[in-house]
């Protein structure tokens, strides 16, 4: 398992697992968790930014239709 690999596909950037690899090889799983959280968070919130671009789409189609109809 490439720890490098995964924590790249999961969204983390260069820093980032730069410090979670120094955080493994001093032994600081705290650190390791703090970061991986942050990481966490960082990707929650593009994801809620797109859930809301997802709905505007939703209600600008759904407009679109409902205006087809008259």
């Not at 490439?2 to 730069?18: M, P, R, Y």
């Not at 410090?19 to 705290?30: A, L, M, P, R, V």
């Amino acid at each position: 398992m490439d720890i490098i690999k995964i924590l790249s596909e999961s969204g983390a950037g260069h820093v980032q697992i730069c410090q979670y690899i120094d955080c493994q090889n001093t032994g600081n799983k705290k650190g390791q968790e703090r970061i991986l959280c942050r990481c966490k968070g960082i990707q929650n919130e593009k994801l809620q930014y797109k859930r809301r671009q997802l709905l505007c789409l939703d209600y600008m189609i759904a407009k679109v239709e409902k205006s087809d109809e008259g």
